[in-house]
């Protein structure tokens, strides 16, 4: 069965610091893992997505993402956050052409 | 524009009431899907279709049914509302094989 893992309800991180939101996942054969992203009132919105090649991928806003599987992680990051970027992620696997969503990680830029 | 729409975003009924939640998008996608979200709990799905006349069950369907009649229209329906589904609902769609999922901007619906 198809499942992720969002370890941290909340991050903190000072603005222009490094930002990592983490993600494991559990899937059986080769994995499509996505970020989203829900600013309040809004709709959750495409960050990037892992579907096979390079193990960097690049997304909106500066975000990218690093698939490692090995450890079965692919963790969110931005070299440099924006208080802009305060808002809710969601790590999600496909499995079978349906997402399997994370609880979700708050994300907090402090000024 | 590239849009999922859904109405009503913001309903208050009572218990008993059956309400119909619509949703609809312009850009021929296969896939619907309802979720709800629930503080702590993420997003859990509610049902989803593959394509037209053709829907399955999400990991918490109990209280809810769809239809799928025509490709861009996927209602989500309550026969009964109960307090225990009142929340934050959510309807997306994509194409196929792997694609990004878009999602409409939520319907907050509280049961008293």
């Known amino acids: 069965a198809q499942s992720v893992a969002q370890p941290e309800d909340q991050v903190n991180v000072a603005e222009g610091n490094p930002l990592t939101v983490k993600c494991t996942y559990s899937v059986s054969g080769n994995p499509y893992l996505f970020w989203y992203v829900q600013y309040p009132n809004r709709g959750l919105q495409f960050l990037l997505k892992?579907?096979?090649?390079?193990?960097l991928v690049k997304g909106s806003y500066g975000f990218e993402a690093e698939f490692n599987k090995s450890q079965t992680s692919f963790h969110l990051k931005k070299p440099s956050a924006l208080v802009s970027d305060s808002a809710l992620y969601f790590c999600a696997v496909d499995g079978a052409n349906n997402l399997f969503f994370g609880t979700g990680t708050r994300l907090t830029v402090i000024p | 524009e590239a849009q999922v729409t859904q109405n009503p975003r913001y309903l208050i009924t009572v218990t008993g009431k059956k309400l119909t939640v619509t949703c609809s998008q312009n850009m021929n996608h296969e896939y619907m899907s309802w979720y709800r979200q629930d503080p702590g709990l993420g997003l859990r799905q509610i049902y989803y279709s593959m394509n037209v006349e053709v829907t399955d069950k999400g990991d918490v369907p109990e209280g809810y049914k769809v239809s799928r009649k025509e490709k861009r229209n996927f209602p989500l329906i309550l026969e009964s509302p109960s307090p225990n589904q009142t929340s934050l609902y959510f309807c997306?769609?994509?194409?196929?094989?792997?694609?990004?999922?878009?999602f409409g901007e939520g319907s907050r619906l509280t049961v008293l």
């Open positions: 892992y579907i096979t090649g390079d193990n």
């Open positions: 997306a769609s994509s194409f196929l094989g792997g694609s990004s999922l878009f």
